[in-house]
């Protein structure tokens, strides 16, 4: 069963969260501010953090930034502020995804169950023995997260990287775009799809080189592969 930190001083707001977050199987503590949040994600673990930006005792940002100093737990902001300096701000801090108030708590748990799969799939990743994935003199090293064509390290972000992983393990494959953003972005719909081939462009910028046909390919009306 995962677990789920809720810190938020709006009361009414933390326990409608609290009660549709059992509902769904999850368990649950609540914090009211920042201060003892934070000592319940340094003390406890958790699967996933919900963090308030706006706290009483010590805000959001902080909060994030000291439990990322020793921890991984995944945060997510919950941010009634839609300014995008907070957003920033708080996946600077380490925070890795949002959601802006007032939400939707359907949008809230798909957010959780997303980040939750995307950590079982990195999860189920590294347990596997095989570290490294190789495509013609593309090398990704999965522990250290490197990838490199010959030589060359090829410094990707982590889209990029986690975009290029699922191809190089995928070879000769054909992964439809709505795959690509479930597997990569963890998000079931709803995003445009053309994240992807903005993505899919960026990666070949780095990847590719001039006057070479790409490693990627595309196929019309589908998605991606990388063929052998
Ligand atoms: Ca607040």
Avoid: C
């Avoid at 009660?19 to 003892?36: C, N, S």
């Avoid at 941010?79 to 300096?85: E, P």
């Avoid at 950590?119 to 090293?141: P, R």
Wanted: negative net charge.
């Amino acid at each position: 069963m995962s677990r789920i930190l809720i810190i938020e001083d709006e009361e009414n707001l933390a326990r409608f969260v609290e009660l549709e977050l059992k509902h769904d199987g999850y368990e649950t503590d609540v914090e009211l501010d920042g201060r003892t949040g934070l000592e319940a994600a340094l003390n406890q673990d958790f699967d996933v953090i919900l963090l308030d930006l706006m706290l009483p005792e010590l805000n959001g940002i902080e909060v994030a930034r000291r439990v990322r100093e020793v921890k991984d737990t995944p945060i997510i902001i919950m941010t009634a502020r839609d300014s995008v300096i907070d957003r920033v701000s708080g996946l600077d801090h380490g925070a890795d995804d949002y959601i802006v108030k007032p939400f939707a708590i359907e949008e809230l748990l798909a957010r959780v169950r997303a980040l939750l799969r995307r950590i079982n799939i990195e999860g189920g990743a590294n347990g596997g023995h095989q570290t490294t994935v190789n495509y013609k003199d593309l090398t990704i090293e999965k522990e250290n997260r490197v990838v490199r064509r010959g030589d060359e390290v090829i410094n990707l972000t982590k889209r990029e990287y986690e975009l290029l992983l699922i191809l190089m393990e995928n070879i000769n494959v054909v992964m439809s775009r709505k795959e690509l953003l479930s597997k990569v972005w963890g998000y079931d719909a709803k995003v445009e799809t053309n994240v992807v081939d903005v993505y899919v462009r960026y990666l070949r910028n780095k990847i590719d080189r001039p006057g070479e046909k790409s490693y990627i390919q595309t196929v019309r009306g589908t998605g991606y592969v990388i063929r052998s």
